[in-house]
């Protein structure tokens, strides 16, 4: 019988399923910015690749993770308004570049709005419903991973959707007006 | 009138979102969702919001395959990006949140014995000889009396007489102790005590260890270690502890001349000299030198009762047929006999 041995590609690719979408809520409270979210927690993860023979010995890989998104996107934001104050005085300088479509940038805001909304709610909550919006786990699946009933992962949900629909009342209903305009 | 429904569990509202609520689910949320025309509005926000959850804003697949793809290409990872330093092994962390908390109950455990000593310690008295003029008795507090020798001391707590009576004897001492029977008087010295319940007896000790005990009135426990491996001596009776031996035994000839520091009565019954002028030395402080003429060493019969040195320096002569002669602290006596 042949030993499964897991290579580091496998490995890393473990770590990467099971807390990609918690990085990037964390990644996200600092930047409010989840596209760069996104590339900062991939990112990491190629670092984490690069130097694969020092992450073995570490005994909390979700730690270790957590702390280096966290690192980073802070490490981000200090880059980043100084590169915007840089680009604030270049783009003065030339004309006004193609406007991007508005379309988009509602679209952006929306979901930071959403993802801001979320990573306000009680930890429980927000595991649920990340991993049903987020990994399309199904209810019985979440309350394996979370070791809970599926009910309470059912209540978990619900009451995480009705905070959201309070907190993002507002956005509902441009929302529901642009669709209805659209028809 | 129908009262309005003010409030639906928000499961029932997911399920019915979700097409997975049964008949009498159904029937609730009809109700509810009638009773008020806030309740059709929210309700439709929570239908918009739930689309809008579902939309796939992250792919985690796309975000994997960018992840090998920069690792083929061996791109440059930007300088913001931070791995944490490695930690210490959490075995090592046990440890050593293990090592601190040993180390204060260390800390902790040596400052309580300090504090022990220090307040113990200053709960005990100590009396010197040094302290008591010739003669005088330094009395405890249930009402026993001691006489010091010299430099000898004597230790035992403030709270004595209360509960115990315990004393620590260095050196020698006389004590006349005050009957008690629910409370022993015992003294202790190095190695060996003394226990009595109401007696008169000397206790001689020397620092090498060895314990001499000689009762005047009364009946004393004298034991080293256990109780029931020591002697019980009577009045006129005389016990040793012999350091080396780690024994105690009963003197068969009890030395008269123990007490003689207290009393100031010395006894010579056919003493040879040399031994009678040891103790004229210790009792008088000087240095006895006896020069004989003959080969002979002469034999001393008397008692000096607290007697000047005059007195007994007179006595010697005449019953040595001598003469002395006083140098410094050392009294020679010669031989007058041709």
Redesign the interface.
């Known amino acids: 019988m042949e030993l499964i041995k897991l290579t580091s590609e496998q490995r890393i690719k473990e770590l990467f399923d099971n807390h990609f979408h918690n990085l990037v809520f964390h990644s996200f409270k600092i930047t409010n910015n989840y596209c760069q979210s996104e590339e900062i927690v991939q990112d990491v993860f190629v670092k984490v690749w690069q130097n694969y023979e020092q992450i073995v010995a570490i005994s909390d890989h979700k730690a270790y993770l957590y702390k280096a998104v966290y690192n980073s996107s802070l490490n981000y934001l200090r880059h980043f308004k100084i590169r915007q104050k840089h680009n604030e005085e270049v783009a003065n300088t030339f004309d006004e570049a193609e406007k991007p479509i508005e379309a988009s940038i509602v679209e952006t805001e929306n979901n930071n709005r959403i993802l801001m909304a979320i990573n306000k709610l009680p930890d429980n909550w927000k595991e649920a419903i990340v991993l049903s919006k987020y990994d399309k786990l199904k209810y019985h699946e979440i309350a394996n991973k979370m070791n809970i009933s599926q009910k309470t992962v059912e209540k978990y949900i619900s009451k995480a959707l009705s905070f959201l629909r309070k907190e993002l009342a507002d956005l509902l209903i441009t929302i529901a007006i642009v669709l209805n305009f659209i028809k | 009138m129908k009262k309005a429904k003010e409030h639906i569990?928000?499961?029932i509202?997911?399920?019915i979102i979700e097409n997975t609520a049964d008949v009498n689910e159904r029937s609730l949320f009809k109700r509810w969702i009638e009773s008020s025309d806030m309740h059709a509005e929210?309700f439709?926000?929570?239908k918009?919001?739930?689309q809008?959850?579902?939309i796939?804003?992250?792919n985690?697949q796309k975000?994997?395959e960018?992840?090998l793809k920069?690792?083929k290409e061996e791109?440059a990872?930007?300088?913001?990006?931070?791995?944490?330093v490695?930690?210490r092994?959490?075995i090592t962390l046990q440890l050593r949140t293990f090592m601190r908390y040993a180390a204060m109950l260390l800390i902790l455990l040596g400052v309580s014995f300090l504090i022990k000593i220090i307040v113990f310690d200053s709960q005990q008295l100590t009396i010197s000889g040094k302290d008591m003029k010739l003669h005088e008795a330094y009395t405890l507090a249930d009402g026993s009396k001691v006489y010091l020798n010299g430099n000898s001391e004597i230790s035992f707590s403030k709270k004595f007489g209360i509960k115990e009576r315990k004393i620590t004897l260095k050196g020698e001492a006389f004590f006349e102790v005050q009957r008690n029977e629910k409370m022993p008087f015992s003294i202790t010295t190095c190695k060996t005590t003394t226990e009595v319940l109401g007696t008169s007896f000397n206790v001689y000790s020397e620092l090498s260890g060895k314990v001499k005990v000689s009762v005047v009135t009364g009946v004393v426990s004298f034991y080293s270690g256990e109780k029931e491996n020591g002697l019980k001596l009577v009045a006129g009776e005389q016990g040793s502890y012999n350091p080396d031996l780690q024994k105690i035994v009963k003197d068969k000839n009890v030395d008269m001349n123990l007490l003689a520091w207290k009393t100031g009565i010395l006894y010579f019954n056919e003493t040879p000299i040399t031994d009678a002028f040891n103790l004229l030395q210790k009792q008088y402080s000087r240095v006895f030198v006896f020069e004989p003429n003959q080969g002979s060493i002469p034999l001393l019969t008397t008692t000096f009762d607290n007697q000047t040195l005059e007195a007994v320096l007179d006595e010697l002569n005449l019953l040595l047929n001598t003469k002395n002669v006083c140098k410094n602290d050392t009294i020679f006596f010669k031989s007058i006999i041709k």
């Open positions: 569990d928000e499961t509202l997911l399920k929210n439709e926000q929570l918009k919001l739930n809008l959850t579902s796939d804003i992250f985690k975000n994997w960018s992840v920069k690792v791109k990872i930007p300088d913001y990006i931070e791995l944490p490695a930690q092994s959490t």
